[in-house]
């Protein structure tokens, strides 16, 4: 366990308008070696030189992430990314052209000046421009790339809030800038651009659909087995709430019959239970704790409130949750890999009866 030595600072300032003055002092924070969270569109992040291994190595210790798994850095223009890569190539150029500012990553060939331990000893880099004023305007009063994973404790659901950052980082880092709740609510989509198609190594904010429309959809593929190699992030458990959980997949009518049965299994068994249901399922469940995630049909309110629903889990302390699936069109391709990320991959086909 790591001491809580520090004080962290909670800086409020506006999303859209940040006072320059709370800019200048997180980024003299970045510039001197320690450790800042800050909103972006997507989830909080926690920042740090990107330029610095020492500060580069404080990331990995204060969230307990592995060696092995790669940061992105996030510039404030697409010229800075062109000079921390060996010259970006067509597709990342049509990419970044597109979807910048915004929450698509772009692998691409590393330039030299990056450190190790930001690459974790690849020779690609991971690279995005957030959409978030203070996000930028943190980026560019600190003049150097911030490297920054979700500002949580390694495995844990991403925070959305600065409240959910001081909950698992408070104590450990120097500051954190306060903007409200952040808007997508997952993570960016990670791109790898250095083949001859675009691999998408993680599902996020910009789904394959939106890529399919610019690159064509011959040019666009999920990750493989072979390619898992590429994004170390994908092996290791993530976005994990503390119970066990189980996704029930299937036509919404057979998904709720299975898990009022599987409620009423667990609970004759002692346990504490969490429902993860939509607005449109509540009324059906009874269980230590029903939360929704909103409207089943506004894929966008979902992602927004995932992780959030998961830590209150937490916080209720049941010991099982069931979660009900989502279609993996758009946006619930991002919300899907989640779900199967923290049930660790425990996931139910709910049989339709047959009458
Ligand atoms: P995080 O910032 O924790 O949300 O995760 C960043 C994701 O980007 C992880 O899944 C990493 O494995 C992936 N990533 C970062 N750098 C690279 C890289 N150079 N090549 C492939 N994947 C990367
Ligand atoms: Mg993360």
Same mark, same amino acid.
């Given at each position: 366990m790591h001491e809580n030595t520090t004080v962290t600072k909670i800086i409020r300032v506006d999303r859209n308008m940040p006072a320059p003055a709370a800019i200048r002092e997180a980024a003299s924070i970045i510039q001197s070696g320690g450790l800042v969270a800050f909103p972006t569109e997507t989830v909080y992040g926690l920042g740090? /030189?990107?330029?610095?291994s020492p500060a580069v190595r404080k990331i990995f210790e204060v969230k307990g992430r592995p060696q092995d798994n790669p940061l992105i850095l996030h510039v404030s223009s697409p010229q800075q990314a062109a000079e921390l890569s060996e010259g970006l190539c067509d597709m990342a150029i049509t990419l970044i052209d597109k979807f910048?500012?915004?929450p698509l990553t772009v692998v691409v060939k590393k330039h030299p =000046?990056?450190?190790d331990e930001v690459t974790a000893g690849h020779p690609t880099v991971a690279l995005r421009m957030p959409d978030c004023p203070v996000a930028l305007a943190l980026i560019s009063a600190s003049g150097v790339p911030v490297a920054a994973p =979700?500002? /949580?404790? *390694?495995?844990?659901p991403s925070p959305v809030t600065a409240q959910q950052v001081l909950d698992d980082l408070g104590g450990r880092i120097e500051c954190v800038l306060d903007a409200g709740p952040t808007g997508i609510g997952v993570e960016s989509t990670v791109v790898d651009t250095t083949g001859e198609v675009c691999v998408i190594l993680r599902p996020g904010g910009v789904t394959r659909e939106q890529l399919e429309q610019v690159l064509? *959809?011959?040019?666009v593929r999920h990750a493989m087995e072979g390619d898992r190699q590429a994004s170390p992030g994908m092996k290791h458990t993530h976005y994990a709430p503390r119970a066990e959980m189980w996704v029930v997949e299937g036509d919404t009518g057979a998904v709720v019959q299975e898990i009022i049965r599987l409620t009423e299994e667990r609970r004759r068994g002692g346990h504490r239970v969490g429902i993860l249901a939509t607005d449109e399922t509540l009324q059906h469940y009874t269980a230590d704790v029903v939360l929704s995630l909103g409207d089943r049909n506004d894929l966008s309110q979902i992602a927004r409130n995932l992780y959030t629903c998961l830590r209150q889990f937490d916080l209720h302390k049941v010991n099982v949750i069931l979660a009900e699936g989502f279609t993996r069109e758009g946006l619930g391709e991002a919300i899907c890999d989640r779900l199967y990320r923290a049930s660790g991959g425990r996931v139910l086909q709910a049989e339709e009866e047959l009458s």
């Amino acid at each position: 366990m790591h001491e809580n030595t520090t004080v962290t600072k909670i800086i409020r300032v506006d999303r859209n308008m940040p006072a320059p003055a709370a800019i200048r002092e997180a980024a003299s924070i970045i510039q001197s070696g320690g450790l800042v969270a800050f909103p972006t569109e997507t989830v909080y992040g926690l920042g740090a /030189n990107g330029l610095h291994s020492p500060a580069v190595r404080k990331i990995f210790e204060v969230k307990g992430r592995p060696q092995d798994n790669p940061l992105i850095l996030h510039v404030s223009s697409p010229q800075q990314a062109a000079e921390l890569s060996e010259g970006l190539c067509d597709m990342a150029i049509t990419l970044i052209d597109k979807f910048w500012p915004g929450p698509l990553t772009v692998v691409v060939k590393k330039h030299p =000046s990056i450190p190790d331990e930001v690459t974790a000893g690849h020779p690609t880099v991971a690279l995005r421009m957030p959409d978030c004023p203070v996000a930028l305007a943190l980026i560019s009063a600190s003049g150097v790339p911030v490297a920054a994973p =979700s500002a /949580n404790t *390694s495995g844990r659901p991403s925070p959305v809030t600065a409240q959910q950052v001081l909950d698992d980082l408070g104590g450990r880092i120097e500051c954190v800038l306060d903007a409200g709740p952040t808007g997508i609510g997952v993570e960016s989509t990670v791109v790898d651009t250095t083949g001859e198609v675009c691999v998408i190594l993680r599902p996020g904010g910009v789904t394959r659909e939106q890529l399919e429309q610019v690159l064509g *959809s011959e040019r666009v593929r999920h990750a493989m087995e072979g390619d898992r190699q590429a994004s170390p992030g994908m092996k290791h458990t993530h976005y994990a709430p503390r119970a066990e959980m189980w996704v029930v997949e299937g036509d919404t009518g057979a998904v709720v019959q299975e898990i009022i049965r599987l409620t009423e299994e667990r609970r004759r068994g002692g346990h504490r239970v969490g429902i993860l249901a939509t607005d449109e399922t509540l009324q059906h469940y009874t269980a230590d704790v029903v939360l929704s995630l909103g409207d089943r049909n506004d894929l966008s309110q979902i992602a927004r409130n995932l992780y959030t629903c998961l830590r209150q889990f937490d916080l209720h302390k049941v010991n099982v949750i069931l979660a009900e699936g989502f279609t993996r069109e758009g946006l619930g391709e991002a919300i899907c890999d989640r779900l199967y990320r923290a049930s660790g991959g425990r996931v139910l086909q709910a049989e339709e009866e047959l009458s």
